[in-house]
């Protein structure tokens, strides 16, 4: 048999076991196309059941994407936007549905990571080597995770194992003499189940900075190099019985241009060592046949160091500690889900902050249901933070399956965004007035109805939202003082396609976002910082005996810069290549070429982007 064809095969398997743990409604259309998520309701449930937009990245894709960020990946997405002020390693941002990049969550394993300071997930220390699948939830979904889930949100899979035991590597070597190098083991059973896996990444660049007029420009390469793990156990000491361990580590050093503004010299490298760690254990029992306890426990380090020469100028360090106990019971008509978290998140910094720690207590229920043809779910969660006070968050969902191929959704949620210590306790210095203690959460209400078409390995769906975001923090002068002063207006609409015909697959998604402005002042009615109002994924693979192709073309629109709308960033286009050949059933060489046509594009204004670039490699996968 092929490999590919047994590759499917395996999936079908999976789906098909997976299935009989999750019944599906008898109008489901086709289950090919129906993958099982969690990150929806926090239960597994079939897309298909969904009254919500999610997507999924497998590892297949994942492996596709070259020496490609995580971030470049996630941008290949429907309803999302990226920038990076360089390079591999650098400072990298998403957009979902057009919300700023702290109002989105990143989950990894379960439990959250980035930085309480910034309030962004680090994107740049997150390998896609480790990575096995990921969820993409677009819109509010604070009902479910709490605060900050106002764009949507994120969550990473490690990599598991499953069968005999079977050890895996790749290497491969790129422009800007890049290489990159995994090796692991991974097996398991009824019994037991593990994975363990290793990998290090080495770049010299380019140089990130491309204005020789700005005053960070420093012409040299900025590199970056990573090294990371995760690794991953299971016991399954008896039927509906499980315990676990999950673990991500990965440490990473990259270089940038900066100046020593009071001595206003020339910019010279600095170096920036960033940690980003997860490690949990849990148990998961069934305690009665209709009721499954989950209990976690973890914590997450997002750990920052900036150097000049060898001299160290800041320290920012978040401790997230988890506890969470989950619990999902099996209803005559549906399924409920009941759950307690223990949120504490700290900071330890050269930045002396006023208040360094505080706790967050939630409390969450939900209901999700397919009753013949209707799809329900209903969530409501409250979050008591000891700086703030609570916050209370809902959603609700309603679908129809009105034939096998046709269905719609249309749902309603709430979502808020907790500030960070940067604006609350930031230390004044200079003509900043320091953080605002007095800050309030930033709210969002988002209304959206979608529609979906499958049949025969093809799907198309369209996506409509409308997201108001209020109480917007800005920093505004004189002071610069952050304030609750500003609102927003997210609406847009998502056409998605994808269809498979014999050998060939094809995929098309298309964005149309109106991010405005609506806070009163000089920016009123413009247009959000660096968000497109139009952008294009399309992808065309074909199989070929041994061979695998895959052709890539995105278009994004103009964007501004700055929130006063007077830094344009043009429009580009990019087409990248994709092709592996499989050696002998085990063995693979693959080659991915980027930016084909050597496009001259920026995300930000002045930071330099990759040109043409090619990745060549070898993998051995036991099949």
């Known amino acids: 048999m092929h490999p590919k064809k047994r590759r499917a095969r395996s999936a079908v398997t999976l789906t098909v076991g997976l299935a009989t743990l999750f019944p599906v409604a008898s109008h489901a259309a086709d289950q090919s196309l129906d993958p099982i998520v969690v990150t929806a309701t926090r239960q597994a449930t079939r897309t298909n059941e969904l009254t919500s937009d999610v997507s999924v990245i497998t590892r297949e894709e994942i492996e596709q994407a070259g020496e490609s960020t995580l971030a470049q990946l996630l941008a290949r997405q429907p309803g999302i936007q990226y920038v990076e002020n360089g390079g591999a390693g650098s400072n990298a941002s998403i957009f979902i549905r057009g919300a700023n990049s702290n109002q989105s969550i990143v989950l990894v394993d379960g439990q959250r990571i980035g930085s309480a300071t910034t309030g962004s997930p680090t994107l740049s220390r997150i390998p896609l080597d480790q990575i096995e699948r990921i969820e993409i939830l677009r819109g509010p979904a604070s009902s ?89 156990f299971a016991l399954r000491p008896a039927k509906g019985q499980e315990i ?70 800041s320290t920012f360090r978040t401790n997230m500690d988890l506890l969470s106990w989950q619990n999902d019971i099996r209803l005559p008509i549906g399924e409920a889900l009941l759950a307690y978290e223990y949120n504490k998140q700290r900071v330890s910094s050269s930045t002396d902050y006023t208040v360094s720690e505080r706790t967050i207590n ?6 999700n249901a397919s009753i013949d043809r209707h799809r329900l779910q209903l969530n409501l969660r409250r979050d008591d933070n000891s700086q703030f006070g609570g916050e209370t968050t809902g959603s609700a969902g309603y679908g129809y399956q009105f034939t096998p191929e046709w269905r719609a959704h249309i749902s309603y949620g709430t979502a808020f965004r907790a500030p960070t210590f940067n604006e609350l306790y930031f230390p004044a210095s200079g003509f900043f007035a320091g953080g605002n203690p007095d800050l309030k959460p930033e709210t969002a209400r988002n209304t959206e109805f979608g529609i979906d078409w499958e ?59 109106d991010p405005r402005n609506e806070g009163q002042g000089p920016n009123q009615g413009n247009l959000l910082a660096r968000r497109a109002e139009n952008q294009m994924s399309s992808y065309l693979t074909r199989t070929l005996g041994d061979w695998d192709l895959r052709a890539e073309w995105k278009l994004v629109g103009r964007r501004y810069d700055d929130p006063a709308n007077l830094i344009e960033l043009g429009g580009y286009g990019l087409v990248n290549l994709y092709a592996d050949y499989r050696l002998q059933r085990d063995w693979a060489l693959f080659a991915r070429a980027n930016n084909i046509f050597n496009k001259d594009y920026q995300t930000a204004n002045d930071y330099a982007t990759a040109g043409a670039n090619v990745f060549v490699g070898l993998r051995y996968t036991p099949r």
């Open 144 to 232: 479910l995770y709490g605060a900050d889930a106002i764009g949507g949100v994120i969550q990473i899979f490690t990599r598991r194992g499953e069968g005999p035991p079977r050890v895996n590597a790749s290497t491969g070597y790129g422009s800007y003499n890049t290489s990159d190098t995994t090796v692991g083991i991974a097996g398991g059973s009824e019994l037991v189940s593990y994975s363990v896996q290793a990998a290090y990444l080495n770049t010299d660049g380019f140089n990130t900075i491309r204005n020789r007029k700005n005053l960070y420009y420093n012409a040299d390469r900025d590199g970056y190099w990573n090294r990371n793990l995760s690794a991953n």
């Open 244 to 313: 676990g361990l999950n673990l991500l580590a990965s440490n990473g050093t990259n270089q940038y241009d900066s100046n020593d503004f009071s001595a206003l010299g020339a910019a010279k490298n600095y170096n920036s060592e960033q940690t980003v760690s997860t490690y949990s254990i849990y148990t998961r029992n069934r305690l009665l046949e209709a009721w499954t306890s989950t209990l976690r426990v973890g914590r997450s380090i997002d750990d920052l160091k900036d150097y000049a020469g060898s001299e160290r100028t």
């Open 362 to 367: 939630s409390l969450l229920a939900g209901w």
């Open 455 to 513: 049949r025969a390995g093809q799907r198309f769906a369209a996506v409509f939202y409308d997201n108001q975001v209020s109480n917007l923090i800005e920093y505004r002068p004189p002071t610069y003082a952050p304030v609750n002063v500003s609102k927003a207006s997210l609406r847009g609409a998502t056409l998605t396609y994808d269809g498979r015909f014999a050998e060939w697959g094809l995929g098309v998604a298309v964005d149309f976002l």
